[in-house]
């Protein structure tokens, strides 16, 4: 059993930058490939980036140029950092493991707002 707790969502204004963090209950970086997803309300739920076990980052195209994951292996944590935020970023943010996701987070908001 992998447990995902994320954490780090808000309200930011448009252009601003937000870090969403996801304590994993073990260090399972070595075995999944670690993702972000994204689901906005009335939308399907849509990939943001993953991160391999190897360290190979995918983004989606809307996340590239702005988005960037990352891992720390000390603290099984894995990170969404997000600059240059837009209206339409607007959604819940999932963290997952494996590839398809085999474990979910609950999920953190993300509002960008003025």
């Known amino acids: 059993q992998v447990q995902l707790v994320e954490s780090g969502g808000g309200l930011v204004q448009p252009g601003g930058s937000l870090r969403l963090s996801c304590a994993a209950s073990?260090?399972?970086?070595?075995?999944?490939?670690m993702g972000w997803y994204r689901q906005a309300p009335g939308k399907q739920r849509e990939l943001v980036a993953t991160l391999s076990t190897g360290g190979y980052r995918n983004y989606a195209d809307s996340a590239k140029g702005r988005f960037t994951i990352s891992r720390d292996n000390a603290k099984n944590t894995v990170y969404l950092q997000m600059n240059s935020l837009k209206p339409e970023d607007t959604a819940v943010y999932y963290c997952s493991a494996g590839v398809p996701p085999k474990w979910w987070g609950q999920g953190t908001q993300v509002t960008v707002s003025s």
């Open positions: 073990s260090n399972i970086f070595s075995i999944y490939i």
